[in-house]
């Protein structure tokens, strides 16, 4: 383990640490001793949850005025994640975080969320506190309730939170709004979290030889800040959740989708459902330094990065050229800059990238997917 | 596979025989694949759906004069069910069933699904058909959109779904509300699905000695349609929808909950929210007559079927003495038995099974716990 990952790690760990029960296993405490447990260590919820944890369902206040939001998304042992490699509390955060995000795509505010848990039965009761611990703190962070949920034995550790929100009808932003002549734009930055994930593959595979590893051990403690960047934006993604409130707020955007495969993958869904093309120019991909610097590093190309790397969670968003001004002025007061990227194209004309030397090629989705991938 | 089973899966398997693409697996098509593939296949939601599935989230009318309920419920591969003793459509009907039930134990009309899966790369796309086949078969029998979900590469298939519904708030029914002198009523009949488990585990025992298997086949020669009853309530459980919409809206009962671990278990939750305690009368367990023909050639007590089988589905509601009538005949509209079979007494007096023979025994939890099992 890096410095930087024992850092980002640190909280979790004092917290377990001190936590009660810490030698326990969920067999000690059984399906409905947990789920007292975690009832009781969430705080209560307000007045609109009218029946919260406990009860065969949830009870929940919503206005008939606004349209109702409803995502799940699961992240799965072996497959979204290694158990020795994040931190229960950073999963917990992260796993909300990416729902958080579908709401955020569509211009809505988040409500409500369910929790729905595999857990082996070996697993320490300090585990699932510390995974409720960031589920709470990402929920509290973006005003949500966690009010329901199930849990059952299952070899692999699963979270499939479902996400509930509001957005005012004239607020809803869809993937098939695009407009030939839109401008296409992003949030925050694109290629943080492939370039996390892409150093702490070159870490484990660095194991395999003294020297590889000590390479890039050296290399990290001259550039600490930047690895703990990238990483930070791989095991705690930032949703939009503001950003996305504030993009809905001026009317100007057409269309909108959050970035979770990749952009060159995820601006082919606005492009399929809008039955548009768009052209995307390197040049004007907001990359952050810390993601250029590692990507150095590891001798790989920061566009890449940003253009495949996925789980960036930012939004990316079509509107009309002379709209472009006011949204980024929208965002901007959430501290989060906005920027043109390309522009929205005849279907005919494809998908394409303009790369910063004058060479156009086609813009091919190189996004994960689950069953090729 | 016994001949009941065969007859079960027929409808099935006819379906799997001329389905399309029968040898394509799902790593074929891809995940983008079988989202388009699961969209094109479902209905066309209605006017309420105002964005259903290939968006970030769902977007959905509600009524803000109800309250919205929101539960979810998995079936996990290995723990729930196992791949080769279910038919792909059964598990579907299944895994939305106990989501329905749900529901219908607070008084709610379900309206919205998302389906979440897991699905090992190597499943053949009939079997997803057929599951959603499944799916949508149950939704459609009760008034259920399917909106929205996700899919995920999963080792173990896991089908998880969030189901929201809606009941206005003077029918709510949650489980603190019973009363002492309250009566202890349930729908339908007890522990034909346990009583159908045991039968499978028996058949699959007696596969060991050629005796064993024969003597289970000529049992089973001689009382197909019993067979066929218990396995069929295992397999395809009828979540009681109409039945709970018929008891919300006479206001007479004071708690409610679904069977899903078994009656000694759940109504202990009753005992526990409401503060009191109860008195089971076994002479008065609603036991159909194919359980206990199953339970004799199994050797097994009927009674213990009714008790801990689990996964009857059917309602537990209390109500005070004077309203039992009123509830008896609304439940019958609806062509379901409602069986009075006990008393609320004072916590002190605890939770008691009164036996046929006049005894009276403690009523213990001995339903399936997920992590002490």
Known sequence: MTKDKELALSKAKGRKAKGIGEARRLSDIGEFGLIDRIARRLPAPGAEVVVGIGDDTAALRVSGDRLLLATCDIQLEGHHFLRDKIAPQQLGRKALAINL?????????????????????????????????????????????????????????????????????????????????????????????????????????????????????????????????VLAAHFTPTPRVPEGRAIGATGAATAMIDLSDGLASDVGHICELSNVGVRVEEARLPIALATRVVAEALGRDPTAFALFGGEDYELLLTAPADRVGELVAAVGQTGTPLMDIGAIVPAAAGRTLLLADGRTIPLEPGGWDHFRG
């Open 101 to 229: 995000s579908d709401i955020a795509s569509m211009g809505g505010r988040p409500r409500y969320a369910l929790v729905s848990l595999g857990l082996p039965k070996d697993l320490a009761v300090s585990w699932v506190d510390a995974l409720y611990d960031g589920l709470q703190e990402e929920a509290a962070r973006f005003g949500t309730s966690i009010v329901g949920g199930n849990i059952t034995g299952s070899p692999l550790i699963l979270v499939d939170i479902t996400l509930l929100g509001e957005v005012e009808e004239d607020r809803l932003l869809r993937r098939s709004g695009a407009r030939v002549g839109d401008r296409l734009l992003v949030t925050g930055t694109l290629g943080a979290s492939g370039a996390g994930l892409a150093w702490l593959v070159a870490r484990e595979e660095g194991r395999g030889t003294g020297d590889e590893k000590r390479g890039t051990r050296n290399e990290e403690r001259g550039m600490r800040d930047e690895v703990g960047e």
